[in-house]
């Protein structure tokens, strides 16, 4: 194993690299574009053995990577912002297909360049597996098990991974690069569910428009798969700290400092990463609140969330997006999660780093103080903060 | 160049099976049974919504209407990733997801010169949510978004000239064909075939429903289309030879070929003539370049 000083968006191309992805498409978009740079160097001085196209929009990349996937190719693609909303057709369709492709959204919020979750939040109902990470040594190492999920025999659904805009697709920091051939063998070559090849062909390929059958079972079948993919994420995150040394709490969330704590609160991205030094700082001042960094939105790990929800009197959710006219979707999930508890703990909303607004650890320990007033019964004002 | 064919060097085995489910008449159900015969069982075809949706003895991909092109991109490059260059990498597309919401993606594909086969059946309208015009639609036809009234003529513009503009992307192969030159186009089919790079074949594909014809006419439509010199046939290889394929002696004139068809059925003698002098003009210039080096 080596280390290297890197920003996020080589970190990706090495993860896409590690990963033997042989299909790979991309469309230039800021902050996503360097990774095609690196991608298209590694490829073309020989260090990955990948068909790369650079395709002339992000909806024929989605498309691409979609067929290659369906011929029995390991496919992998990247986008941001207004990129992500332009794939967005054809990935309910990878989706439906149940084809593993992993997407890299190197976030870029839709009002502007500046970066905030509303680009992947928007392509919620695609039925995509969502994981947001907090720093570039995640960035790589998630790219990995994103793959190891997705073909799962169990799973086999799309992943996308969030890595938040400019934050970290370009800072530098270190990150360990796995050995190829440790990645190797925890990470098998690609076969896909059904030969499309024509000496396979039977019948049944041939099905047009309209499936027969209840129209409801298709969303269903997925929504389940999507629901018992939790188990297989958890089991691969554990398998990968076994092999590589690294955990991301258990695959779902990572509790940071929670035992003990009155209250916590909830982040994702970097967002979790400048939580934790607001969240030493809170403990170091004698006051207990706990970090619950949320990786996985979708499937939504609601079981996690009801076990903190015993432990603690109230849960701070800070949303780098809103679902305009909802709410923040993190608050929303965490809320829906805990309602059937018995005793259960107030949840409490802040916005922030929405159109790259800048989220410092004192904005993280001002919201984590007021969730703690909340833990202990005392009134805040407002409920919805805009951090 | 593509080689004329006799009756018995088409291939007897039926590729597409009966009825899928186009209408009686049909001139795109024809096309696909002509073209799949030549493609042979080693091709995977991919669809997108289209009219009629066809149902062929290969394997079927399917996908988003505005995604052809980077579809049969995707396959193609996941294939020679898997070392499966042999399998023919087909669309099998309509005019709307060629000339209209495909466009940019297969231009993409053709601009990169992805080692596909795209058949596009024009059968000029949005045939399958119920004829609305596309950017195939001749000047004039009446179709359920250019209806006739005060206010309108008719579709109001001239038919996209698609093949040359995709012969404008130097692509190995560009033809045209119709359903009513069969040994023409099986003849495309099997040369374009053997080519390396990206393919089209425009196929003229009458629509007895859309068109307001009577489905017993639909050959008869298709035949008068090209001996008008409203669809010429026609093949352009690399984006600069340039042959006709079939050469009527005369054309016949325009008015036969709009008065069987009842999307023309408002027309002045003037419209008539316009199109007629417009019918004219571009086989004039088709029969200036014939045999000779395009310059694009």
Known sequence: ?387 | MSERMTMRQVPLEELTITPGSACQGCGAALAARLVFKVLGPNTIRHGIPCCPDSVTRTPRAGGVFEGGGAMLTGTWRALKAIGREDVNVVGFFGDGGTYDIGFQGLSAAAERNENIFVVCKDNEAYMNTGNQRSSATPLYARTTTTSIGVRSRGEPTRKKNIPMIFAAHHVPYVGTASVSYPLDLIAKVKYAKGLRGFKILIINCPCPTGWRYDPSKTIEVGRLAVQTGVWPIYEILDGRKFRLTYKPRELKPISEYLKMQGRFRHLTEDEIAELQAMATEEWNRLLSIDGKELNF
Not at chain 1, 70 to 77: L, P, T
Not at chain 1, 141 to 148: G, K, V
Not at chain 1, 220 to 235: D, F, M
Not at chain 1, 268 to 276: D, E, K, Q, V
């Open chain 1, 1 to 387: 194993m080596v280390s290297e000083v890197m920003v996020g968006n080589k970190a990706i191309a090495l993860g896409v690299k590690l990963s033997r992805v042989k299909v790979a498409a991309a469309f230039p978009v800021t902050p996503q574009t360097t990774i095609t740079q690196y991608l298209s160097e590694l490829i073309f001085n020989g260090e990955l053995d990948c068909e790369w196209v650079n395709a002339e929009g992000e909806l024929s990349t989605q498309v691409i990577v979609q067929a290659a996937s369906r011929v029995g190719a390991r496919a992998f693609v990247c986008t941001s912002g207004p990129g992500q909303l332009y794939m967005h057709h054809p990935m309910h369709r990878t989706a439906d297909e149940r084809l593993p492709v992993v997407m890299a959204v190197v976030h870029r919020g839709v009002k502007g360049m500046q970066p905030d979750h509303s680009d992947l939040m928007s392509q919620l109902f695609t039925g995509w597996i969502q994981w947001y990470c907090e720093n570039n040594q995640e960035v790589l190492d998630t790219c990995i098990m994103a793959y190891r999920v997705a073909e799962d025999e169990r799973v086999r659904l799309p992943i996308a991974y969030g890595s938040d805009g400019y934050i970290l697709s370009y800072t530098a920091e270190p990150v360990e690069i796995p050995d190829q051939d440790e990645v190797d063998e925890f990470l098998p070559p690609y076969k896909p569910n059904r030969s499309l090849m024509p000496e396979d062909y039977d019948p049944s390929m041939t099905r047009g428009w309209g499936r027969g059958g209840d129209p409801q079972v298709p969303w269903r079948t997925q929504h389940e798969a999507l629901l018992g993919a939790k188990e297989v994420i958890k089991e691969v995150n554990e398998e990968f700290g076994r092999k590589f040394g690294r955990r991301y709490g258990n695959g779902l969330i990572d509790e940071y400092r929670c035992e003990g704590a009155e209250a916590v609160i909830v982040g994702m991205g970097t967002i979790a990463s400048t939580a934790r030094v607001a969240i030493d700082r809170m403990w170091d001042a004698g006051e207990p609140v706990g970090l619950v960094k949320l990786k996985c939105l979708l499937p939504f790990p609601d079981e996690d969330f009801q076990r903190i929800g015993r432990e603690v009197r109230a849960i701070g959710m800070i949303d780098r997006n809103v679902c305009m006219g909802i709410g923040g979707v993190g608050f929303g999930c965490i809320r829906n999660a805990i309602y059937d508890l018995e005793d259960r703990p107030k949840v409490i909303q802040f916005h922030a780093g929405l159109g790259g607004k800048e989220v410092r650890v004192g904005d993280i320990m001002k919201a984590a103080e007021k969730t703690l007033k909340v833990a202990r019964g005392e009134r805040v004002e407002p409920l919805v903060e805009w951090i």
